[in-house]
């Protein structure tokens, strides 16, 4: 069983850069991949990003390539994502997920941070 808790969401000005983290409960952390999902108002939930278990892989989707960076540090439990600069249609709720395989779907989810991004 794995907890995830997200948080540094917040409001921030078109342009600007913020930093997420999630944090996981359990030892065997280093053993999941990891991933980060957004979900605007009235859109399906979208994948931005996954990171392997041991951080040497990461996949991006096409809409934040360049501008924002999953990174992970198995020693504190702790997989990040920095966004540099956001657009408005950065703003949804932003979750992370673990999930054992890269084969399988994501099994754990945490609650989601808001991030607003103004213009």
């Known amino acids: 069983q794995v907890q995830l808790v997200e948080s540094g969401g917040g409001l921030v000005q078109a342009g600007g850069s913020l930093r997420l983290s999630c944090a996981a409960s359990?030892?065997?952390?280093?053993?999941?991949?990891m991933g980060w999902f957004r979900q605007a108002p009235g859109k399906d939930r979208e994948y931005i990003v996954q990171i392997s278990a041991s951080g040497s892989n990461t996949y991006y989707a096409d809409s934040v390539q360049g501008r924002f960076t999953i990174s992970r540090d198995n020693a504190k439990n702790t997989v990040y994502l920095q966004m540099n600069s956001l657009k408005p249609e950065d703003t949804a709720v932003y979750y992370c997920a673990a999930k054992r395989s890269a084969f399988k779907e994501y099994e754990y989810w945490g609650q989601g941070t808001q991030v607003t991004v103004s213009s």
């Open positions: 359990g030892r065997t952390f280093s053993s999941y991949f």
